[in-house]
């Protein structure tokens, strides 16, 4: 029962993290960095944002396969399931949120926070379920075990890293900087905060103890 409420908990989270990427990305300022190259193919081919997401993904696992080698567990397969069910939920958002259309800067960064708290949330709620890991965050776990880094500093840098491939695969394809902009910098400065912050508030609220 306990390991059913875990996986119930990331599922929530998966949703809710799609709904937050979904949300930023309809601000129009740009992604998260982990979304930027699928957004940036997505603006210049006709396969959508959840479709990209889940080819990315895949590259990220067969990535994790050739660096962690025998290291490389049973368990990792599980996020193949994830990432598909994660792009399917990221269209799925998209599709539900067709009404946002900010057009004045500041409603555009309104939506760009909320959809930053969103989700900065649904990391929480992934990370509290401690059952899987979204290929983004399994790279960079994979990476920094493999070379002994830290993992924070080899999440910047994969973020960066991310952020600047997809500015030149927009440059390339479109001749233009397309789908990265201020918004990207902003969500990846804040999402990570913002999960820290829930996962204090929730730690601070008194357990109820049964008698």
């Excluded at 193919?41 to 990209?52: A, K």
């Excluded at 400065?189 to 829930?198: C, H, Y």
Aim: hydrophobic share 55%.
């Amino acid at each position: 029962m306990e390991k059913l409420k875990r996986y119930l908990i990331f599922l929530a989270g998966l949703f809710i993290n799609a709904l937050g990427v979904s949300l930023i990305t309809l601000a129009d300022l740009g992604t998260s960095p982990i979304s930027s190259i699928p957004y940036v193919l997505s603006l210049n081919f006709s396969m959508t944002l959840g479709e990209f997401t889940i080819l990315f993904s895949m590259l990220l696992i067969i990535l994790q396969l050739f660096i962690l080698r025998k290291n490389f567990k049973l368990e990792h397969f599980l996020q193949i399931p994830i990432s598909v069910l994660f792009g399917y939920f990221i269209d799925m958002t998209m599709a539900m949120m067709y009404f946002v259309n900010p057009q004045t800067y500041p409603a555009k960064i309104a939506a760009l926070l909320a959809g930053c708290v969103i989700l900065g949330f649904g990391v929480y709620l992934e990370v509290a379920a401690n059952v899987a890991m979204l290929p983004g965050e399994s790279f960079v776990r994979a990476v920094s075990s493999t070379w002994k880094t830290e993992f924070g500093t080899t999440k910047v840098a994969f973020d960066v890293s991310m952020t600047v491939i997809a500015a030149g695969l927009s440059f390339l394809l479109a001749f233009r900087l397309d789908g990265v902009r201020e918004g990207t910098v902003i969500a990846a400065l804040l999402v990570g905060m913002i999960a820290r912050a829930f996962g204090r508030m929730v730690s601070a609220i008194p357990r109820v103890q049964t008698q």
